[in-house]
């Protein structure tokens, strides 16, 4: 048997075996998986591509009936307990339950890439027969697909780009972030925020000296269990400049570098862009050019679980203590582009299990209602989501997306931060301002959520405690917008949540609160 391997991406050369024709041989008679079985646990988009062409070959997603148990890392108490409870659990059940199903896709001799924060197994070019026997086993319980998934970015408004603030950017100081810092001495020290997104310059000058893998007095860099690329191969179509599977940080967009930016840059001569400029980082790219995929999304959540050393298993080398408190995401998982989203409710779950806060972005598909529906956010309870609102105004942004969720019924987004005309990092070194989104208003949460638990130490791994404290924060604003029954007058409504986010309200709650007890 001879394998190659990229991350756990592995292909195996071995007789054919086993199952064929989509038939369970049970001793000397053949089995077929009923349609009825085919159809509960087979998307729409797989099977209809099937019946468009019966000899086609799939990229699927084959998720295992049994999921992790997680429930017991609510009785412990700190998020380093939490971590390692979750980081076993997970990787145990993943061992024990996906031996079966790799062997018959061994003996197919396909290529696949197995995951454990949700248990699950991503196989490469899989034809209909072979759907067909995985669907009829007990221990898979769904197949999906794994589309491509474009980044949604607002345009930037002209001639703004490279524009210079002085000092404290006015988004940052719109959200009395600086207030935070003078009073209570709380700039991010201690808290380690992570970026998924299209990848990071580590050395920019606003970036390097709070990069986790940079020793600022010997200079000394070291790249291990703080970058992680989850593109091995391409995936747009067009250029790329970073390449696949690099081990040194990149930035194939200026995305990733701009959204960081806003959390904890600062670049020590004037260019205050960031949140928390104390907080180190950490990243991971999920995406090609501004193009991902649910699996590429999953494989960094994997390594902000339990980050792993370029080119290890994640499976049995990741170290959950080296794991970030809070992650940064501007993406979307859309239905439209064939994203069932199912996948990532296991990998929300599991986060937050592990003591660690997700922030979202909402969206750029508004000002209709129910746009928010393409977010993770709208999957469960688990994660943060955040609205874009103009800071010259303390309005609303015209495309930030409404709730409530299409998929969930859930009211959203949680709160609005700045997200128009915000300056930040890009590669190269410099900054660029008119930058519009709710990718731009993430970033302020999730470095909010830096400053909350660098001031009260008490709050670090206890998430929902901490949403609700931003939540109850912020700057109630009303409209006239009605989305889903819920009246804007009400607080929260699907406008803007309960409001705009305010740093300094936060921290005063918090620290008001006193001590909290264990979630």
Not at 472 to 492: D, F, M, R, W, Y
Request: with cysteine; net charge negative; aromatic share 8%.
């Amino acid at each position: 048997m001879q394998f190659t391997s990229s991350r756990n991406l592995i292909v195996f050369s071995v007789g054919l075996m086993g199952l064929a024709g989509g038939m369970a041989w049970v001793g000397a008679r053949q089995t077929v998986a009923p349609a009825s079985i085919y159809v509960q646990k087979v998307s729409a988009e797989v099977r209809e591509t099937f019946a468009r062409d019966n000899t086609a070959a799939q990229n699927i997603v084959i998720v295992l009936k049994k999921q992790a148990d997680l429930s017991g890392a609510i009785e412990l108490k700190s998020k380093s307990e939490k971590g390692a409870f979750v980081y076993q659990a997970l990787t145990a059940v993943a061992q024990e339950t996906q031996p079966a199903v790799v062997k018959i896709l061994e003996d197919k001799n396909l290529k696949f890439q197995r995951f454990y924060i949700t248990n699950m197994i991503f196989a490469k070019k899989v034809n209909e027969e072979t759907v067909k026997a995985l669907a009829e086993r007990e221990d898979v319980g769904r197949i999906i697909t794994n589309p491509q998934v474009a980044l949604a970015v607002q345009p930037r408004t002209p001639g703004l780009v490279g524009i210079r603030t002085a000092g404290i950017e006015k988004n940052i100081s719109y959200v009395n972030a600086p207030k935070v810092w003078s009073e209570f001495g709380a700039k991010g020290q201690g808290i380690v925020v992570a970026g998924q997104d299209t990848g990071v310059q580590w050395d920019h000058p606003a970036l390097i000296n709070q990069y986790r893998g940079y020793n600022g007095e010997t200079k000394a860099v070291d790249h291990a269990f703080q970058w992680h690329d989850a593109i091995h191969e391409q995936i747009n179509s067009g250029s790329n400049s970073c390449g696949y599977g690099v081990a040194i940080p990149c930035d194939d967009d200026q995305h990733g570098t701009h959204t960081i930016g806003t959390v904890v840059g600062d670049d020590g001569k004037g260019n205050q862009i960031g949140m928390a400029p104390d907080a180190k980082w950490m990243a991971c790219r999920n995406m090609d050019a501004g193009l991902g995929a649910p699996t590429t999304y999953l494989e960094c959540f994997e390594f902000f679980l339990a980050p792993f050393a370029h080119g290890t298993d994640p499976m049995t080398a990741g170290n959950p203590e080296l794991s970030p408190h809070v992650i940064n995401n501007s993406w979307g998982c859309p239905e439209s582009e064939g994203c069932e989203g199912s996948e990532m409710l296991e990998a929300m779950g599991a986060m937050k299990a592990a003591g660690i806060a997700v922030v979202v972005s909402a969206g750029n598909e508004g000002s209709t209602c129910k746009s928010i529906g393409a977010q993770p956010a709208t999957l469960s309870g688990s994660v943060f989501s955040v609205g874009a609102m103009s800071y010259t105004s303390g309005k609303i942004a015209s495309f930030s997306s409404r709730g409530p969720s299409a998929l969930t019924g859930m009211l959203g987004p949680d709160v609005a931060a700045p997200g128009v005309s915000i300056r930040s990092a890009v590669p190269g070194g410099g900054y660029a301002g008119g930058w519009n989104g709710t990718s731009m208003a993430g970033p302020h949460v999730a470095g909010l959520v830096a400053l909350l638990w660098s001031a009260v130490p008490e709050l670090v791994g206890k998430v929902d405690a901490t949403f609700n404290i931003i939540r109850l924060s912020a700057t109630p604003v009303k409209t006239l917008e009605n989305c889903g029954g819920v009246s804007g007058q009400a607080i929260p409504n699907n406008t803007y949540g309960y409001g705009n986010i305010d740093a300094y309200n936060a921290v005063v709650l918090a620290k008001q609160i006193g001590t909290l007890p264990a979630e």
